[in-house]
């Protein structure tokens, strides 16, 4: 018999799982994590015997306060992340652990995906997308989750499972669960048999409606285990637990077109809507003047509204989808027709140039970074969403915005689902005690939105901010129907109470999540968790979210005189918080108001540094030459060694000095360094210098990549020594002969590195490169801003900007740099000379690549893009030159930064075989012929991760261009 996972009470842990994205703060007793259904099935059943309440948590991007508890609270985002397409993508079965995006990149090369389209798709979980009926900007009512749903698999609190996916599902349920079958039976009936009641729930559910429980189900399927199934749909962990789920997916349009509406006033535009959905959009989003006035302000605004005197304005965008372009051009073409008798303010014109349509989506996405992120101190953004019938929807934006200027929100804005009679607001908030305000204007918003016969959610659930109001929307008579469900299903309310249903009437405005002043780094953070699937640390130790927000406890800790608390979070959190962060940056990808935590840790590690290690890598920037030689020397050395005593040497060092000081001697760490970087011109010498090229230091450091080795010194298989690489399985680097796996002929000699093969394709490609006199003394600085050692930092990019200007004629010559990551620090530190730097695979691709024959692709090939690449833009550059190279061209879906961060997958391997551990499971389930990446050190992190030999791309490039 399985035990239930264990109750961690340790402090820390308790306050970084206790945020979400919510206004609400309760602070849990316990935390948990379960593995598997069978571990569920145990600490439902323990919670049952103690009568303890049990809330699970996955992704934490709830609005409404539902993903909370002061019990137990379970963690399912860790785990129960399995993805499997069915039947060519037509169906797909997830765990509640997936994100919508994780889901979505599976289904892509099928030319599908989930129905469900929430904003937060980046972060939000299958298990959140069930609990809260998800739906979006496309999805309606009619491709939302509930509609979607083909079957369910889900742990009662008696620990009884369900799964309607099985044959005999309902028999089963009947057996197991007498009373609960009957129950269902009997409100089945008695919904049905009221023509009231049924009148009621199909007026509410022809809408959006998050508000309460997904009665429409009683009248919707005919066994009560398909009741039950889509009862549990919507009920935000008040009912069950959902192992997984079974959707159908929908189909992916080829081709888009995209325009913006603009039209003189909010009833002008509402007044459009009958006429914008007959034509059948795809989405028709709409903003108010408020809106597009913030819009005017945001980067890459739209030319539709940049010069517009914005006075009562409002606007609609719209966006035709189709598999046929002519069928699309037609469609867009009768789009500008129906446009001429709008009124507009500004000609429609649709268009299928993605930066256009780019432009005009940062008009309606960008409204919540940019209010969000420019709220006064101390105030917290507030994101609500209501609907109402179409035709009310002129006048429900118009009492809204008169509710704004009652209750003083002045920057408030409207914007949302124009065709679902769907929209948003944003209000920033001083939530203090009492918040009065608020409550004021809840009271009123409630009433307008109930007077226009509409629901008070639409998409964000009912959580504990509209569970007050689920009477007052439905009347006392179905809100019986949904306690009398609640007590069938959860009798002894262990699950989730206070979300969906409470007897508190002022539920809503308890436990407001306090405003905690930090670090300007992070201080704007909203804790919407959209960084923390892109986190390298997520399962390993915090998640960039979780960083944040146990820096504001500690403080809050202190202001409040609990030092034992704000002690042990700061104790834990220079391993957790900043010895494990990978500072790579791709939390600010995510994040909607453009927080890097990376930023945060770089500024905490500078503060904890003393003196003296500060004085040393200032010294090591002053001598960077001679480190990097030494470096490649000690390499080679240890190279000569059996592994196991450098690894010993270092293990002692670190014993010693400690594992965030002494890096690790490794097994996928070459065997020797490499050549040290000389000045003068590489590739061909006839032609005219084209391009400035810095060879990175890490290609000193680190010799070229070769056949992986085990702990003891052997072959761990690599590459295999049968492909394209040149490793030669073990023939101490001769010419590899014969055919790869796939068919290939590619055999090059031993690998001697990214700086010889960009050597050969500039030759080959006509093209000349210049490598600065002083290149083996510089560095993209990153090695000393990661570790917080600004001083070092600086000087060295002193050093950087001084050669680098005259190297490239103050700017005649572009830079290039041959390690992703270094490209970075490299354009970091030119920024504002008026020198273009390129990674060296974007300037390939544009430059070498149509210059160049390829002889014999290879017959596959795995791409590992970087965090570098994605922060570049050059992720389509690096599978451009692939697929140029390969016949058969695999990007894991599961790829993400690899955590080696330089050294930290030296000082801290833990984080790397965290951080990969996904990506290294769906690699190891194809093998290719080559392994490649942009990154030296990247390279390193995934051959640690797959004992598989990564390359750089170029490598791959040069061997099938020969």
Known sequence: MTVAPLLDTDVVARHALAHDASHYLLLPEAVTSPTDEDSVVALLREAMRARRPLTFRSGGTSLSGQAQSEAVLADVRTHFRTVEVLDHGERVRVGPGATLRQ???????????????????????????????????????????????????????????????????????????????????????????????????????????????????????????????????????????????????????????????????????????????????????????????????????????????????????????????????????????????????????MTTDAARRAAMWTTRKGLYAAIAGARPAGSTALLEDVVVPVPELEATCRGLQDLFDRHDYDESVIFGHAKDGNIHFLLNEQLGEGSTRLEAFTQDMVELVLDHGGNLKAEHGTGRVMAPFVERQYGPELYGVMRELKALVDPAGILNPGVVLTDDASAHMQNLKPVIEIEEEADRCVECGYCEPVCPSKDLTLTPRQRIVLRRDANLAEQRGDVETAAAIRTAYEYEGLETCAVDGMCVTA???????????????????????????????????????????????????????????????????GTDVVPQYRSELPRRGGAVRRAGGRGRASADVGAVYLPACVHTMFGAAEESRSSDGGSSGGCGGDCACGSGGGKGGATSSGSTSSGSTSSPTTAAGVPAALDLLAQRAGMRL??????????????????????????????????????????????????????????????????????????????????????????????????????????????????AAARDVVVPVDWGC?????????????????????????????????????????????????????????????????
């Open 770 to 883: 210049a490598v600065p006199d002083d290149a083996a003394s510089l560095c993209c600085g990153t090695p000393f801003s990661s570790k917080g050692m600004t001083g070092a930092k600086e000087r060295m990019r002193d050093q950087v900007r001084t050669a680098l200007l005259a190297a490239s004629h103050d700017g005649e010559l572009p830079v290039i740099v041959d390690a992703s990551s270094c490209t970075e620090g490299i354009l970091q530190a030119m920024e504002g000379t008026g020198v273009e730097v390129l990674d060296a695979i974007t300037y390939v691709r544009r430059h070498l690549l149509s210059e160049l024959s390829v002889r014999e692709p290879a017959g596959s090939v795995t791409v590992h893009p970087t965090c570098s690449t994605t922060h570049l833009g050059a992720t389509d550059d690096l599978i451009a030159i692939a697929e």
């Open 591 to 657: 994040c909607p108001v453009g927080i890097n935590t990376g930023d945060l840790v770089r500024r905490l590690r500078a503060e904890d540094a003393s003196t003296a290690p500060n004085a040393a890598w200032k010294a090591a920037a002053g001598n960077w030459d001679l480190l990097t030689r030494g470096a490649s020397a000690a390499m080679s050395v240890a190279g000569t060694l059996p592994q196991v005593l450098p690894r010993a040497a270092t293990d002692v060092g670190r014993a010693v000095l």
């Open 103 to 349: 889901v979505n990149a599976h289904l892509l090369r099928h030319m599908r995906r989930l129905g469900p389209d929430p904003a937060s798709e980046v972060a939000c979980t299958i298990g959140g997308v069930i609990a809260n009926n998800s739906s979006g900007m496309a999805a309606g009512t009619a491709e939302n989750s509930y509609r979607t749903l083909e079957s369910l698999r889900f742990v009662l609190s008696s620990g009884t499972i369900v799964d309607t996916g099985l044959e005999g599902a309902d028999a089963r349920l009947r057996r197991e669960e007498p009373e609960l079958h009957e129950g269902l039976v009997r409100l089945m009936r008695r919904v049905r048999d009221s023509a009231e009641f049924t009148r009621v729930i199909r007026e509410r559910f022809a809408l959006k409606n998050t508000m309460g429980y997904g009665i429409n189900a009683l009248l919707d399927f005919e066994t009560p285990a398909d009741v039950l199934a889509h009862l549990v749909v919507g009920s935000e962990g008040t009912l069950a637990f959902v192992s997984s789920a079974v959707f159908r997916t929908v189909p992916i349009q080829k081709h888009i077109t995209t325009g913006l509406l603009v039209l003189p006033s909010l009833e002008a535009a509402t007044a459009a809507l009958p006429e914008v959905v007959g034509a059948g959009f795809a989405t028709a989003e709409l903003m108010d003047a408020r809106s597009l006035i913030v819009a005017q302000g945001l980067a890459g605004a739209p030319q539709e509204i940049l010069g517009l005197d914005v006075e009562r304005h409002a606007a609609l965008l719209v966006e035709h989808r189709s598999d046929d372009p002519a069928e699309l051009a037609q469609r867009a073409a009768d789009a500008v027709g129906m446009s001429e008798g709008l009124g507009l303010s500004v000609p429609l014109e």
């Open 898 to 962: 690899c955590g080696y961060a330089g050294d930290r997958g030296m000082l801290h391997p833990e984080l790397t075989a965290s951080a990969t551990r996904a990506e290294a499971a769906e690699v190891a389930q194809r093998g290719t012929d080559w392994y490649v990446s942009s990154n030296r050190t990247c390279e390193l992190g995934m051959q640690a991760a797959t004992g598989k030999s990564y390359r750089h791309v170029l490598e791959l490039l040069e061997a099938v261009t020969r």
